[in-house]
């Protein structure tokens, strides 16, 4: 659980680089551009400080959020408390069914939350998020790329066959910091979870 420890401490000396307070113009595009989505049910995991909580919920999404971290939680408690159709938990991403959240949601995003999660526990990530989508929702994540052991990371590979056969593959968008760091756009398929 060093991952975990390596986060508290950042959320409480300050030093959440991730938590810019900004929603990426990705996210932005995806809601607000040339083919936005419709708004329906979101779920933000690994929600931070809840700054996209807080946006999904301004642009007409029911959204739900999940921390892991007591500060970032408590800060986006705060900061979507007076926001209709927002809420946030404390809880674990990899155990969802120990929530009171269900769904189905439409719309499900992580932004850096997926690849630090170790390997042994994606699984069960993937198939919570499974069990809350019905088709047609997108999984929209940003991710490191794979690579050395203090950054697990994802590949492509990885993002196509972890979330198989419940979700495609319909984008990807390659980042620049750091190098090979992407979003990936998948779909879910009417297979049952």
């Known amino acids: 659980m060093l991952w975990r420890l390596s986060y508290a401490i950042a959320y409480r000396t300050g ?71 927002a809420d946030v938990f404390l809880g674990d991403v990899t155990r969802l069914d120990r ?7 439409d719309l499900v995003l992580d932004i850096g939350c997926f690849h630090s999660i170790p390997r042994r526990h994606r699984d069960a990530y993937a198939n919570g998020v499974a069990l809350r989508t019905t088709e047609g929702a997108h999984l929209f994540v940003w991710a490191f790329a794979g690579g050395g052991w203090s950054r697990p990371g994802v590949t492509p590979r990885e993002m196509r066959d972890r979330f198989a056969p419940w979700f495609e593959p319909v984008g990807r968008i390659m980042g620049t910091k750091p190098t090979g760091a992407a979003w990936y756009l998948l779909r879910r398929t009417a297979v049952s979870a």
């Open 99 to 105: 929530l009171p959240i269900e769904g189905p949601f």
């Open 15 to 85: 030093r959440a680089p991730w938590d810019t307070g900004v929603t990426p113009p990705e996210v932005v595009d995806l809601i607000e551009g040339p083919v936005a989505l419709t708004p329906g049910g979101a779920l933000d995991l690994g929600c931070g400080t809840g700054t996209n909580v807080r946006y999904l919920a301004e642009h007409g999404w029911e959204v739900v959020g999940v921390e892991a971290d007591v500060r970032a939680y408590d800060a986006a408690h705060d900061r979507v408390a007076e926001v209709e159709g």
